[in-house]
Nanobody
Framework: QVQLVESGGGLVQAGGSLRLSCEAS????????LGWYRQAPGKHRELVAT???????NVADSVKGRNAISRDNAENTMTLTLYNVKPEDTAVYYC?????????WGQGTQVTVSS
């Protein structure tokens, strides 16, 4: 069983940057794909970015060019940095880990971007 805990959310001014971290309670082996998803009020949860164990990333068009995602398998952590944030980045951000039918979610962390 893996538990994921996000941190780093809060209030950010438009044009600034934010850094989110995800820490796993159990081992996150390199074969797990890790990712960030977000859900804005009244909207479905959507992909932000994922990163495979080998470092291959998949990034949503909405944040392409203004994001950085990384993972540290030894430390069981993953981070997401968003630059030039916009009010539409306001959402609850969730950490996700999945492999071969197993999937884990964090509780989420609120990010609010003020204009």
């Amino acid at each position: 069983q893996v538990q994921l805990v996000e941190s780093g959310g809060g209030l950010v001014q438009a044009g600034g940057s934010l850094r989110l971290s995800c820490e796993a309670s159990g081992p996150i082996y390199e074969w797990y794909t890790l990712g960030w998803y977000r859900q804005a009020p009244g909207k479905h949860r959507e992909l932000v970015a994922t990163i495979s164990g080998s470092g291959v990333t998949n990034v949503a068009d909405s944040v392409k060019g203004r994001n950085a995602i990384s993972r540290d398998n030894a430390e069981n952590t993953m981070t997401l940095t968003l630059y030039n944030v916009k009010p539409e980045d306001t959402a609850v951000y969730y950490c996700n880990a999945h492999y071969n039918g197993r999937e884990y979610w964090g509780q989420g962390t609120q990010v609010t971007v003020s204009s």
